[in-house]
């Protein structure tokens, strides 16, 4: 009789604090944290033949079999056939096990279970379940296999997993949810590392150089409390990024001009977290609003909402900085202000409240905890 394993991993969602849009080119910064809010990935095995899926962010008891190195399900005559909302797990599954195959091992066969905090009653926060689901399914995925990879293996199957479904995505909610705190970003050529894994084969996509690509720690914020506010309106960050694909504002002056102000809002954000500059970093969030309120007056995005302007408006009056966390649309915000001064953290709560925001008790994660 085979002894069943059980392996376990969770993985943090995350929240942009600068760098949202620009960062989707290659190359181009962003400032992340992780927050302490995760995704739990379980995986028991062995199992028959194939691989089943019950999440609570999708359909459950799903039964998937191999066919050519994918999953579909039993009884469907194509991989367009697979379940929505399981995307993002299955291509994970799928891009470890084509690591497998490629160090001689077979395709792996065990249940998974997917557990989310970044929810609630089925209401996403936009705090990154995608990313976090990806990164939490990989690293148990190949810990049950026997695969022993560092943080930046596990970073970047994620990628690969997830620019298969999608290429336009940064990854920067990946690299939050594996490595945890604050962190600085800068995203791969997405295309060209899934061209690279394509024709060399996903072992040389994980020790090749990715141009473009780095990711580092920042220290947190000296003196400074992030306050979370979530709008009430779900968005869909994929939308709003392949809208912006679609329109012929890219590659426009008007374009170039926001990149290179953005980057260089970041590049000072994350002077100022390494100096301890509470007060220039709440400089650089403001200047990172009038960007992104910027874009969307030329561009018509609707990044922001009213609730998302309330929240940050509510920030100013008490002396601090906010802005939207992520795309816009909806979802959530931030704030900075004096961590000492509670009775303005508390009227911030009390005026967000009153604007149809609800303050969120979410605070940075220390570690991205996918090992």
């Known amino acids: 009789m085979t ?4 392996v376990v991993r969770r993985a ?3 929240l942009f604090v600068a760098g949202e849009y620009a960062v989707v080119d290659p190359g181009n910064p962003a400032i992340l944290v992780a927050v302490d809010r995760h995704i739990t990935v379980t995986v028991t095995g062995p199992a028959e033949a194939g691989v089943e899926v019950s999440s609570d962010l999708g359909p459950r008891g799903v039964r998937l079999r191999w066919r050519d190195g994918r999953l579909v399900p039993y009884g469907a005559q194509d991989e367009r056939d697979a379940p929505a909302g399981l995307a993002h797990v299955l291509s994970a599954v799928e891009t470890v096990a084509r690591l497998s195959a490629g160090r001689g091992l077979p395709a792996p066969s065990f249940t ?3 557990e989310s905090g970044l929810h609630d009653n089925g209401t996403k926060y936009g705090l990154g379940s995608s990313g976090a689901v990806t990164v939490a399914t990989v690293a148990a995925a190949a810990a049950f296999c ?4 560092s943080d930046e293996e596990r970073f970047r199957l994620a990628l690969l997993a997830t620019a298969e479904i999608d290429p336009k995505g940064s990854g920067g909610d990946l690299a939050a949810s594996t490595w945890g705190g604050w962190i600085a970003y800068r995203a791969p050529d997405r295309r060209a590392v899934l061209a690279l894994a394509r024709d ?4 040389e996509a994980l020790r090749a150089p990715w141009p473009g690509f780095e990711v580092r720690r920042l220290p947190a914020p000296e003196g400074l409390s992030l306050e979370v506010g979530w709008t009430g309106n779900p968005a869909s960050t994929t939308a709003l990024v392949s809208d912006l694909h679609r329109r012929p504002w890219r590659g426009t002056a008007s374009h170039q001009r ?3 102000a953005t980057t260089d809002c970041v590049r000072a954000a994350i002077s100022a977290l390494e100096r301890e500059d509470g007060m220039e970093l709440l400089d650089q969030i ?3 609003r009038r960007e992104l309120a910027r874009l969307d007056d030329e561009v018509g995005l609707g990044v922001f909402t009213p609730r998302l302007t309330a929240l940050c408006e509510a920030a100013e009056a008490v002396g601090g900085a906010a802005k ?3 795309a816009g649309g909806g979802d959530c915000g931030i704030a900075l202000l004096d961590a000492e001064a509670s009775r303005d953290i508390a009227q911030l709560r009390e005026r967000w409240a009153s604007a149809g925001v609800t303050p969120l008790p979410i605070r940075p994660a220390a570690e991205g905890n996918a090992k």
């Not at 060399?200 to 072992?203: K, Y």
């Open 3 to 6: 002894r069943q394993r059980t």
């Open 12 to 14: 943090p969602g995350k």
């Open 112 to 114: 998974l279970s997917v």
């Open 146 to 149: 026997g695969l022993t990879l």
């Open 200 to 203: 060399s084969g996903v072992e």
């Open 258 to 260: 926001f990149v290179r």
């Open 286 to 288: 403001r200047r990172a």
């Open 324 to 326: 939207p966390s992520g």
